[in-house]
């Protein structure tokens, strides 16, 4: 075994440990139910009357290469967005995480990336419901235990120097809609602060206004694994008429000269999902900056 891959692997038995000791922080289920329609903290665009292009802020952007993929790995796991997972990337240096965000069937909202991977890796059947009830009992991977929307604001509130990136995975408006409605009423609760911490995703140009009408969001990422109808000119184009700086693409579609184009209209381009550090270098050689990662240490 490596030296760098026994130090990750001890330091993530060590995490697992505490965790299991209670020693940092006490996971609590929600089970209650959310009302419908949370009330939204703004309703109105980002400042009355503005339009875009919106002034964003990505001074994140520039404290580290590394996004921390769905928490980031542990224990050779990824896709967790665990708690576990949460707490090791932080003790190894990540500051932004990326989370994906699912709807239960009972209204609960979890970082969750996918219903069929977390009933396989809970090792339940194909037919188990996706409620809050059995997330809350059936770990991932047999060691790891679910986030809710509660629960991660609760992170937020207690690191103030994490920054959470979005990944809320649908593209229908009134999806969206509830999703963001989540997260906002969950930090009215505890911490409206935190929502200055959130970096949006959005998966295309119209999902733009549509976030901001919800709250004036300090930092947005175009990533377009979602959006057939993106090309480097258009990119471009929107980029400059709304203000959002980073771009994420999939490493497979980062070729050189579309890298060149963005960079040379000074837009930060991230990719996704790397695991090398000579991908990585590969890729910052090209003008990229920003790097999803599960296993790469800042």
Known sequence: MKPRTLIITIISIIAISIVAAGGFFILSQSQSTPEATPKLLNQSPATPGDQPPYNFDYSWADTTPYI??????????????????FLLNYQLGHRVFEVDFLLTDDGQMYAVHDINQWREEAGIPDDTSFTSENIASALIAGKY???????????????????????????????????????????TDIDNS???RFIVQIYYPDMLDQVMTFYPWKSVIYTL???????????????????????????????????????DANLRVAVHTLNNLTTVNHFRSLGATIFYTDFLIP
Request: proline share 4%; charged share 20%.
């Open 68 to 85: 921390a993929h769905a928490f980031g790995g542990i224990l050779g796991d990824i896709y967790t967005n665990s708690y576990e997972a």
């Open 225 to 263: 694994y979602a959006d057939p109808n993106w090309t480097p000119e258009n990119v471009i184009e929107f980029a400059k008429s709304s203000g959002v700086n980073v771009i994420t693409i999939w490493e497979g579609h980062a070729k050189e000269d579309i890298l060149k184009q963005w960079t």
């Open 194 to 196: 935190v929502l200055d």
């Open 145 to 187: 235990h679910a986030v809710d929307i509660t629960q991660l604001i609760e992170f937020m509130h207690e690191y103030p120097d994490i920054y959470i990136v979005t990944d809320t995975k649908h593209t229908e408006p009134d999806r969206i809609a509830t999703e963001f409605n989540h997260i906002i009423a969950a930090a």
